[in-house]
């Protein structure tokens, strides 16, 4: 006999999956939820949240996310990754907090899944042969073993012939866990009826019985078929529960719940570098509005990671430049990462080499998604401001907040209409949707200055376009009473001309460590050279990947990514541009 | 205004705090020292009800005890469309009545498990978990079947009726006395549509379903 856990067993039935339940199951030991995303992809996952060890099948299935009832921590659809911490709501969820997930495959109306199956789901070449239909599963409080030795004694009978009875009964071997049965009918040997009875180990004492007929019965007769099996498995049911009781109680099976990953029990390391781990290849490249390509990238390997709304990518390009793109996908469309790239009529080889050398097919390296730009889930309006390509993120977030029932207003400043980006997202948006076409600097300003009136407890803003008009939006929203906190900046890149000529010290704290930092060299050169891994990403002092905690000396912030109460507290500082204006800083590493 | 003796705990004060709110009718709260104080058995309380049970109603002077007696009560009373007690439907009355005696069964076996455990009644709580499983895999079955032929319900009808009241909380707050309905998908997909109906409301140990 193969080892259970290597084999694929049905864990629930389609219609089990109904929108926006969770399943509660369990297979050889271990409860899982299964729920059914939005998108029809199926999940298996370990019923046990990783905050605190809480059933996720008492949870909610909003179809794109699973929140767990008890501290509402979110879990995206296919990757389990975590989305969103209440308690957390100003920072993005480390992306090494991830659910353990099964694998599911949905064959002749039964879920399948397994602890760690071999191959794919057992194919039954008679029900691929017909029009399967599935019959109502039956637990039962005995094992699979006297479940299946049941089995090979059970009787129904055929379709045709419903109210007769001793039909004779063939039986077919499937595997370890499954046998067919054909009933023939007493009378008339030409009316036969198969039925194939999948066992799913639940425990050492408890089964389910899943059956599925070869031939789906005409649909008037079908409740008489299904109350017919109904019946007969009912009374296979007691036998097999008679013969359990007789036998002593087996030892549970005990599923391993796996510790808490390294990478989640200690500090996470730090990315090493500017890396790209990830290979996805170019599912679909369209024109989503004048000079922007819309590229939906697919993985190439393992399935891809979580992301959160405001996640970018680093996509690695075939002429060696690095370039960030926000994800623009709601949340749970999670089988592939979808970005938009606008040409940038002084491109320097990026968006030009994205639009005219990259085709369907190809493929890229990117970075896994990194969230500089988190989205707070708890507020009671969220304004969002979007200028040309900026829209991208507030995509991704206004498609968070929409299923969840919270308010949003997404204003969408663009030169004309063709200028206008993925239409095909806005337009689930509905009417939170403000578009402002062809406005000079002058009545932008004057726009925004209306939409960022009225600040009220518990209001966020986020703003993302070009640097005049994120400047004029800072003004605007501080004049008009926006606490520095409640609105939030990503800049497309640091227009700020860097003044590189100063030299200094860093004193790496926790290392040990004194370098100097000579004009003309940045922090993370530096620290680079002197073998100190580092992360980074736009390496310009937009994106904030290569921040560094600063405890002791007077920073020269030249970034755009920090806020000002931010700069203020002194005590962080992005290595790729900012610098010192002390002799000497400690840094935190 | 109905006065309900009521304790927050109670499955069955439960059964008519869901029913008033589902017909969106106001009531009072008489909270009864049921645990640990036993108010229930003081003879101040049994002259209100002989027999020492909540819930009870006072309805402007018209007094009413037990749980499902209440809710025929409520439901004739205060449900204009009549569809909670389908009195004009003698098939459907009928059903009704069969399942509000069902229910009886799961108060006597899944909600007793639940005192055993919560309050330390003096229950054989093998035989009432053993009963809980034999009443909730007959209902998964008729429920399944129900499904089956379009129907959300208990009752044959297209609306719920008092009995999906009446057995949803012994259903619903089954795991705290230790009967898992992990065997029941059915009935698990049941109580989602209950928490789906307007004006539901929770109690202690039940949650509602989400908003999407």
């Given amino acids: 006999m193969n080892d259970p856990k290597s084999l694929w067993h049905p864990v629930a039935t389609s219609i089990d999956l109904p929108r926006h339940h969770i399943f509660h199951g369990q297979l050889l030991g271990r409860e899982v939820a299964v729920w059914r995303a939005d998108d029809d992809f199926v999940n298996v996952w370990e019923n046990r949240c990783l905050h605190r060890g809480v059933r996720l099948s008492i949870g909610t299935n909003d179809g794109n996310e699973l929140t767990c009832r008890y501290h509402g921590w979110r879990y995206a659809n296919r990757s389990a990754g975590c989305t969103y911490i209440p308690a957390h709501p100003a920072d993005a969820p480390a992306r090494t907090i991830c659910n353990r997930t099964f694998p599911a495959v949905e064959r002749y109306g039964l879920v399948w899944s397994g602890e760690d199956p071999v191959g794919e789901p057992p194919l039954v070449p008679i029900l691929d042969a017909g029009t399967p239909f599935t019959l109502r599963s039956l637990p039962v409080n005995a094992s699979a073993e006297v479940v299946l030795a049941q089995l090979g004694d059970h009787r129904f009978q055929p379709v045709d012939a419903l109210d007769g009875d001793h039909a004779a009964m063939a039986v077919t071997e499937l595997g370890d866990f499954a046998l067919a049965l054909t009933a023939i009918a007493a009378s008339t040997p030409t009316t036969t009826s198969t039925a194939v009875f999948f066992v799913q180990p639940v425990d050492s004492d408890r089964s389910v019985i899943r059956a599925v007929l070869t031939d789906t019965p005409a649909d008037s007769e079908q409740i008489a078929v299904l109350r017919h099996h109904a019946t007969r498995l009912g009374q296979l049911v007691a036998l097999a529960e008679t013969a359990a009781a007789d036998q002593p109680a087996p030892e549970p099976m005990v599923a391993t719940i796996d510790q808490v990953s390294l990478a989640l029990s200690v500090m996470p390391e730090r990315e090493t570098n500017r890396s790209a781990p990830l290979r996805v290849q170019v599912a679909r490249k369209w024109e989503t509005a004048h000079d922007i390509m819309a590229f939906e990238l697919v993985s190439t390997g393992n399935p891809l990671p979580t992301f959160q709304p405001g996640a970018h990518i680093d996509v690695h390009l075939p002429n060696g430049l690095v370039r960030q793109y926000s994800i623009t996908n709601g949340p749970g469309d999670t089988a592939c990462y979808r970005i938009g790239v606008k040409l940038e009529a002084e491109s320097t080889g990026g968006s030009q080499a994205l639009h005219d050398t990259v085709n369907e097919g190809d493929v890229l390296a990117i970075s896994e998604p990194r969230n500089n730009f988190p989205l707070r889930r708890d507020a009671l309006r969220t304004v969002f401001i979007a200028g040309g390509i900026g829209v991208t993120p507030m995509l991704a977030m206004a498609q968070a907040l929409q299923p969840m029932g919270l308010a949003f207003e997404l204003h969408y400043f663009a030169q004309a209409e063709e200028h206008l980006a993925f239409n095909e997202i806005r337009s689930t948006l509905g009417d939170s949707v403000t578009v402002h076409l062809g406005l000079s600097p002058g009545e932008t300003s004057a726009e925004l200055t209306r939409v960022l009136q009225g600040y009220d407890h518990a209001n966020q803003a986020y703003i993302c376009g070009p640097g005049p008009m994120l400047e004029a939006a800072r003004t605007i929203a501080a004049e008009a009473g926006w606490p520095d906190q409640a609105v939030h900046f990503e800049y497309f890149k640091n227009t700020t001309e860097i003044d590189n000529s100063s030299s200094f010290e860093i004193a790496l704290a926790r290392s040990a460590v004194t370098l100097q930092v000579p004009s003309g060299t940045t922090i993370l050169e530096v620290l680079r050279d002197h073998g100190v891994a580092m992360p980074s990403s736009c390496e310009q002092g937009a994106c904030g990947t290569c921040v560094v905690p600063v405890i002791e000396g007077d920073i020269d912030h030249q970034d755009v990514h920090l806020k000002q109460t931010e700069r203020d507290a002194g005590d962080q500082i992005m290595t790729c541009v900012s610098r010192a204006t002390s002799d000497r800083l400690v840094l935190d590493i | ?212």
Avoid at chain 2, 156 to 169: K, L, V
Wanted: charged content about 25%; proline content about 6%; aromatic content about 12%.
């Fill in chain 2, 1 to 212: 205004m109905i006065k309900l003796y009521d304790y927050e705990l109670s499955a069955n004060c439960y059964k008519q705090r869901l029913m008033l709110s589902l017909l969106d009718v106001p009531y009072e709260s008489v909270p009864v020292d049921f645990f640990p104080g036993l108010e229930h058995k003081s003879d101040e309380f049994k002259k209100i009800n002989p027999l020492g049970h909540i819930p009870v109603i006072d309805d402007d002077g018209y007094v009413l005890w037990d749980a499902h007696a209440i809710l025929v009560y409520l439901a004739a009373k205060y449900d204009p469309s009549g569809q909670w007690y389908p009195t004009e439907d003698p098939q459907l009355l009928g059903e009704a009545a069969s399942w509000l005696l069902f229910a009886e069964g799961t108060t006597n076996t899944a909600s007793a498990a639940r005192l055993y455990v919560n309050l330390g009644y003096d229950f054989d709580i093998d035989v009432c978990r053993a009963g809980a499983h034999r009443l909730f895999r007959v209902l998964d079955e008729h429920l399944w079947f129900r499904e089956r032929e379009g129907l959300d319900w208990v009752c044959s009808g297209s609306h719920p009726t008092i009995a999906d009241i009446a057995i949803f909380p012994d259903v619903v707050l089954s795991e705290e006395g230790g009967v898992s309905r992990l065997d029941y998908p059915a009935l698990r997909r049941w109580t989602d549509r209950v928490k789906a109906l307007p004006g539901f409301t929770i109690m202690p140990g039940v949650f509602s379903v989400g908003t999407s």
